[in-house]
């Protein structure tokens, strides 16, 4: 498809396990942004990469958090030993170039995680 | 640092009424204001953006206007439908900044 594919769509884990949320985004698109959605509430910011490089990593809440983009495509979103409080939506975006431009952001429809 | 404040939702209408959410921002430059829409299930979808003071934003009959005096970007639409509920994101971006959201304000529109 020509959007950004994010997957799996939903996953429940127990307390303790290892996740990993893959983001597929438009092709061609230079940077990448991962955020966390609680319910009822706004996105926030997580990770940004331009092509390969991550630039930003300032919203990873903990260093259980890891994410990768190492061929400057395809994502991967890493959570250690998952804690009930990393429930949440995770949205994937990308644009077409870098951070510093006004070239809009396309959302995936995201990876609803639930910790049991 | 950065901050969106919205209006608090529900916000109930009926068919063909006006619609006004609510935007304010904070911010130490001069940010591109946007608004992103999410219906149920999916992610968000840009709505309309303006990237300077008293530019306005248009699509599909929504509208916003960026005014820097009042740092708002208030959200209108001059007859909703069914179709248009949702929810309702304002957002800003400062220069090499990221997205920041406000809390989203859900919209609800009966028959």
């Known amino acids: 498809g020509a959007g950004v594919s994010q997957s799996p769509r939903y996953k429940v884990a127990k307390r303790g396990q290892d996740v990993a949320l893959r983001c597929d985004p438009i092709?061609?698109?230079?940077?990448l942004f991962w955020y966390q959605q609680a319910l009822g509430q706004g996105p926030e910011f997580l990770t940004y990469?331009?092509?390969?490089?991550?630039?930003?990593k300032s919203g990873l809440p903990s260093d259980r958090f890891f994410a990768e983009r190492p061929e400057g495509s395809v994502s991967t979103l890493k959570i250690q030993r998952t804690q009930q409080e990393d429930s949440a939506v995770y949205l994937c975006?990308?644009?077409?170039?870098?951070?510093?431009?006004?070239?809009?952001?396309?959302f995936g429809d995201g990876t609803r995680l639930s910790i049991l | 640092g950065d901050s969106v404040t919205q209006m608090e939702g529900p916000v109930t209408l009926s068919e063909e009424a006006f619609l006004t959410i609510n935007c304010t921002y904070t911010?130490?430059?001069?940010?591109?204001l946007f608004w992103y829409v999410q219906y149920p299930g999916e992610g968000l979808q840009l709505l309309l953006k303006?990237?300077?003071?008293?530019d306005k934003g248009s699509n599909k009959g929504f509208e916003a206007t960026y005014r820097k005096e009042t740092t708002s970007f208030h959200l209108e639409k001059g007859s909703v439908q069914v179709s248009d509920s949702a929810v309702y994101f304002c957002?800003?971006?400062?220069?090499?900044?990221?997205?920041?959201f406000g809390k989203g304000t859900m919209l609800l529109v009966s028959p």
């Open positions: 911010a130490t430059g001069y940010p591109s």
């Open positions: 092709s061609g698109h230079v940077s």
């Open positions: 990469f331009q092509n390969e490089a991550q630039l930003d």
């Open positions: 975006a990308s644009s077409l170039e870098g951070v510093a431009s006004n070239q809009p952001q396309h």
């Open positions: 303006a990237t300077k003071a008293d």
């Open positions: 957002a800003l971006k400062d220069g090499y900044s990221t997205l920041t």
